[in-house]
């Protein structure tokens, strides 16, 4: 069988991995031990549902020898049970692996970086910008990762006109990814006296966190620069130039961080946004190659495309790409996004498998 011989490769490879996790030269060579650690955990599941699938067809035979052979009524009849119960898992392990031997984004594990940007509609665009972010906030409170304010510029009327931050845990990339594109609010703004529904918009933009690994910056290329933190409306938070200001030369790409009071802490968090903007540009050439053929993932570059509507007069949220609408508005914006996630998820997950195909 075709998927055997696959799951035996994977099997040979992953105890290759094991063995070289031990060995003192890969050892001492962080970067490529780092590297086969992250591979070997990869296939570990694969190869535990394999494990699985090998005793569950060894079982099958066994019960559909018993049927051909036995003759005591009882033992054919607890035969039966068996092979039925295996039968029906068997086709559920195959349906799981098919899905685990989809080629991974090896961005997936990664942290994010989420930027949250309002659009047009004035004051209400930076309301239903905070929102956004308290929704994810919330979210990512449910999943145990930590959340780091990088840069914001709150709206005048209350939310952001603008609000970077990192998100912190396993796998938050893998999920936070399909929030980039444009949201879209429809309710009567608190500034509306006559009842009028207004719609505004916001844009998110998720993106893979670099690590030292993927980008290796040249310090002779940034410039760095320090000044005193500012509140809102440019009120002095500290006297000490604690803020960081980091300009990558050949690229032109600027990073502030002013959110810790330590300049140490801002430089390290600036650090870590360059290297993500660095590899964000790279990362979007793949983004763009794979945009066109798959419906659930909208390119970082292309911020006007509209992925999500929340209608606040009938209650419901409409994701675009796949046609999913859902009445719990509420529920959604105080973070529990985990259907509309899943079922993106699983769109993806169907797209790809007709890739591998």
């Not at 040979?12 to 094991?18: A, P, R, V």
Request: aromatic share 6%.
């Amino acid at each position: 069988m075709e998927i055997i011989d696959k799951l035996e490769d994977i099997k040979t490879k992953w105890e290759t991995l094991g063995e070289q996790l031990n060995d003192p030269e890969i050892i001492g060579d962080m970067k490529r031990f780092v590297k086969i650690n992250k591979d070997y955990k990869e296939l570990e599941p694969i190869v535990a549902a394999f494990k699985e699938y090998k005793n569950l067809l060894a079982n099958i035979e066994e019960a559909k020898e018993i049927l051909k052979n036995e003759k005591d009524d009882d033992m054919r009849e607890m035969a039966q049970e068996e092979l039925n119960e295996a039968e029906q898992r068997r086709e559920t392990i195959e349906e799981e692996i098919r899905v685990m031997l989809i080629p991974k984004d090896p961005t997936d594990d990664k942290n994010a970086v989420m930027e949250i940007r309002a659009g047009s509609g004035g004051d209400e665009a930076s309301i239903f910008a905070g929102d956004l972010y308290r929704m994810y906030i919330r979210y990512c409170e449910t999943k145990g990762w930590k959340i780091e304010v990088v840069e914001l510029n709150e709206g005048t009327a209350g939310g952001f006109k603008e609000i970077v931050f990192n998100v912190i845990g396993d796998g938050a990339y893998g999920l936070l990814k399909f929030e980039s594109g444009v949201h879209r609010v429809q309710r009567v703004p608190k500034t509306e006296t006559q009842g009028r529904i207004h719609t505004s918009a916001a844009s998110v933009v998720v993106l893979p966190e670099a690590e030292e690994f993927d980008v290796e910056l040249n310090e002779k290329d940034i410039r760095k620069e320090t000044f005193c933190a500012s509140g809102p409306g440019g009120q002095s938070v500290n006297t000490t130039y604690s803020a960081v200001r980091l300009t990558h030369i050949p690229s032109g790409i600027v990073v502030s961080c002013q959110d810790e009071k330590s300049q140490i802490k801002n430089l390290a968090t600036a650090m870590k946004v360059l290297r993500t903007r660095l590899y964000e540009q790279e990362y979007n050439k793949y983004l763009e190659s794979i945009a066109s053929q798959r419906k659930t993932m909208v390119s970082t570059g292309d911020r006007s495309a509209k992925i999500r509507t929340y209608n606040y007069p009938q209650g419901r949220v409409t994701d675009h790409r796949i046609n999913l609408t859902i009445y719990n508005l509420q529920a959604i914006i105080d973070g529990d996004i985990n259907e509309i996630i899943e079922k993106l998820q699983m769109a993806e997950n169907a797209e790809r498998l007709k890739e591998n195909i």
